[in-house]
Structures are given as structure tokens and as C-alpha cells.
């Protein structure tokens, strides 16, 4: 593990080194500034140098700081990028040449933070509900309206705090549910650090009808003692495993699985649908799967309706396209996997960058609904 940072950091310091001498020198029209653009670009690179590369153990609020103008530089660098290849594009174009060599700076910097403004007021404003329902065939009629929350990839950490999560947690107990599902991806840290924050969750717990699910970034976070502490809040996490849960006539299985980070664990602890599935007789099967390429397998299972995330729907552009390529054909929005059903979120949070640009994050509330 430790070798594979160290090669992505070799890599990521050269990616960086290559944009900064692009930008520098296209964007920048002296030394001084030249000087001030190296700053995001050093604030992007101590992240994995220092926290990711060095395991660094100590945590201060000063860390924090240090992390989220990482995550701001980020998402800065991406506009400014974009807006800089668009203008040398349009500096070819004969007519346009004057005016682009008049004015092109200056529309690039102001351009990337107002873009970098509008995506951080997205994606810091809070979620939206998001009112999806599923038609399903042969759909048991004391199931037919069933309500499901689901909150996703809400990355608790340097940014997103105990202010958040509270709206979070009043927003989706203001939809009434039937039953809650946390898919994953909850926090960006350990729990002696974050624990606190997740407090309010215990609002949920306090009803019986919530359900979690590992993503990646728990393993990256201590899976063990976040399992622990969403247990200690009244909380179970479904691991390669399920519930049956009665409703008047009709029996619904709440399952779920591992993420596939699990694999570092052991081949046990591998994201398993027939092994979350066995056993379980009932008349509609739930599976809570933080990542939605465990869909073929899941619907191989016999599974109805899959929930997922992970892929925050590419949180902003042009990294919406290249989810697209990676994750489809299940990368945000209902979706089918033969005769299974598929919901990915786009993410109740946000990871890295606390911008939003063609996305929006969302507290989904499912309906199950007879196919007409």
C-alpha cells in the first residue's frame, strides 16, 4: 500500500510541476505573480506528501485548515485550467486574436473564481431532496408506497461538520420514512476525531428502521471502529449479510455488503451478494451496495433493488464526463440491471473539492410502487 502512494506521488508531484509551469506562464505576467499562482499548487501537493505519503498521526485544527485549502486549490486549478485551454483554442481564431490577447488573463483568473464561487455555494448550501419512485413488478401489496431515505457519501472531515450533518439528519427525518439507508462513505478520518460529529445520527437510530453500509473511505478511516461507533449509536452495519423485517402481511430483506476496499481485510470480508442473500425468504430483497459495480452480481443474486453511491455523479464538470466512462451504465439516477433496479446518488456530501458544477447533492427518498 505504502509503495502504491509513494508511485502515485511521484506521479501527482510531475502532473502538478506540468500544470503549474502551464498555468505560470500563461496566466501569470510577472514574477511576483508566477510566485503567488505556486501556492495552490503547493497546498494541493502537502495533502497526499504529508498526511497520505508520511501517515502523519498528529491532527490539529490547523491540519484541517491545511486540508480544506488542498481541497479549495483543487478545485480552483481545475477551472483555471479548463478556462486557460479555451482561451489559447480561441486565440487561434484570427478574428478573436486581439481580443483574447487583450483580455484572455483576465477572463481566466476571474472566471475560475467565480466558477470556483458558484460551486462551493452548491455544494456547501446543503442537500436537496431528490423523490424517486420504482415501479415494481408483482410488488407486494403492504409494500406498495414503501418509503426509503437514503443518505450517501456524506464525507464528514475537514469541511463538512456537525452544522451539515444536523440539516442532513432534520432533512431526512422531515420526509418520514419507512426506513433509512446510509450507503457508505460517511466520514474522511478517524473516529476519535470525527465520532463527535456524527452525533446527531443517534435522532435516527432512535426510530429502529436505520441500516449502514461500509464504503471505501471507511477502510481508509478504520472501518472497525467506525462499525463500533454506528453501533454505539444505535446503528447496525449490514456486512455480507441481511434482516427480515415484517411489514403487516409482507417480509422485507434489508441486506447489505461490504465495500470492495474489504478485500485488504481478506477474502472474507470481500463484498459478497449470495452471501448477503442466503437464507433470507422474503417478498421484495433490499441490498445496500456502497459501489455500484456490484450490480451484475447483486441482480445474479436475486435482488430487487440495489442502492448505491460512490460516484457523487462526477460532483463537478469536466470529471462528470469521466464518470460517465467508468461507471456506466450505473453512474447517478434509477437505472436497470436486468429485471433489477439500480439507484446511484450523487452524494449527500461532498469529497475533495466542496464544490458542486453540473451536480447536486441529495437526500433521495425512494417510493416502491406496483408497475402498472
Given at each position: ?102 483580455n484572455g ?25 431528490v423523490r ?99 453501533r454505539t ?140
Amino acid at each position: 500500500m505504502r509503495r502504491r502512494i509513494s508511485d502515485f506521488l511521484v506521479a501527482m508531484t510531475l502532473v502538478l510541476a506540468a500544470l503549474y509551469a502551464y498555468t505560470a506562464f500563461r496566466i501569470g505576467d510577472s514574477l511576483g505573480a508566477r510566485l503567488a499562482l505556486a501556492i495552490p499548487f503547493v497546498l494541493i501537493w502537502l495533502v497526499p506528501a504529508v498526511y497520505w505519503a508520511g501517515d502523519r498521526e498528529g491532527h490539529t485544527r490547523l491540519d484541517d485548515w491545511i486540508h480544506a485549502g488542498s481541497y479549495v486549490s483543487m478545485g480552483w486549478l481545475n477551472f483555471a485550467v479548463l478556462l486557460q485551454l479555451c482561451r489559447d483554442v480561441l486565440w487561434l481564431i484570427p478574428a478573436l486574436r486581439p481580443s483574447i490577447e487583450a483580455n484572455g488573463e483576465a477572463c481566466v483568473l476571474a472566471g475560475s473564481f467565480v466558477a470556483l464561487g458558484v460551486g462551493m455555494f452548491w455544494g456547501l448550501r446543503g442537500p436537496g431532496v431528490v423523490r424517486v419512485d420504482v415501479p415494481i413488478d408483482g410488488l407486494h401489496p403492504d409494500l406498495d408506497g414503501l418509503r426509503i431515505a437514503q443518505i450517501s457519501d456524506l464525507h464528514v472531515g475537514p469541511i463538512i461538520r456537525t452544522r451539515y450533518v444536523k440539516r442532513v439528519v432534520e432533512l431526512a427525518r422531515s420526509l418520514e420514512p419507512d426506513l433509512y439507508a446510509l450507503t457508505g462513505d460517511f466520514v474522511d478520518g478517524p473516529v476519535e476525531r470525527l465520532g463527535v460529529h456524527l452525533q446527531a445520527f443517534a435522532e435516527i437510530a432512535n426510530q429502529g428502521r436505520a441500516y449502514f453500509i461500509t464504503g471505501n473511505h471507511e477502510y481508509y478511516s478504520g472501518a472497525g471502529a467506525w462499525i463500533d461507533a454506528f453501533r454505539t449509536l444505535g446503528i447496525p452495519t449490514l456486512q455480507n449479510t441481511h434482516v427480515l423485517v415484517e411489514r403487516s402481511r409482507a417480509r422485507l430483506m434489508i441486506a447489505g455488503v461490504n465495500d470492495p476496499m474489504a478485500r485488504r481485510y481478506g477474502d472474507d470480508a470481500a463484498p459478497d451478494p449470495q452471501r448477503a442473500i442466503a437464507g433470507g425468504r422474503a417478498d421484495f430483497k433490499l441490498l445496500l451496495a456502497h459501489n455500484p459495480k456490484i450490480a451484475p452480481r447483486a441482480a445474479e443474486a436475486g435482488f430487487d433493488l440495489q442502492l448505491s453511491g460512490h460516484t457523487h455523479a462526477g460532483q463537478f464538470f469536466p470529471w462528470t464526463l469521466a464518470v460517465q466512462k467508468i461507471h456506466a451504465p450505473h453512474v447517478a439516477g434509477l437505472t436497470r440491471e436486468g429485471r433489477m433496479w439500480v439507484y446511484v446518488s450523487a452524494g449527500t456530501g461532498s469529497w475533495g473539492p466542496p464544490l458542486r458544477f453540473g451536480t447536486r447533492t441529495e437526500v433521495t427518498l425512494l417510493r416502491l410502487i406496483a408497475a402498472r
